[in-house]
């Protein structure tokens, strides 16, 4: 086995996406692209991918504009992708669309910085 883990075919890839719609397969990596309402926003959104990547041991490559991020993921010690791809992006997307629900005491933002 490869040291990042089992690398997964493009099919196995593109049945592992269905469960991450929003994500696709391009350039050998896992890809998302998330819309921000700005520049502020996109640094909070990109210090919170930052911060969960880290937290996981797995590092994504990010693209910055200014109210867009574009997250690429692929393990570079096995050279293709692997479980960990997949978690990391779930985690992504659980952190960066995380909204209270209607029974918290939290109030959330007044409209959505990051789609």
């Known amino acids: ?5 089992r690398v997964y075919s493009e099919a196995e890839i593109v049945e592992q996406l269905s469960g991450l719609p929003e994500w696709n397969y391009r350039d050998g990596a896992i890809r998302r692209s998330f819309t921000t309402t700005g520049w502020p926003a996109t640094m909070l959104a990109a210090n919170a991918i930052a911060f969960a ?10 693209q910055l504009g200014w109210s867009r991020i574009e997250v690429a993921l692929h ?13 990391t992006a779930a985690l992504i997307e659980r952190t960066l669309l995380w909204r209270p629900d209607s029974e918290s005491s939290l109030d959330g933002p007044p409209k959505p910085f990051v789609w």
């Open 1 to 5: 086995m490869s040291q990042g883990g």
């Open 53 to 62: 990547c880290e937290a996981a041991g797995h590092h994504a490559d990010l």
């Open 75 to 87: 393990t570079h010690s096995a050279g293709g992708i692997t479980e960990k791809d997949f978690e």
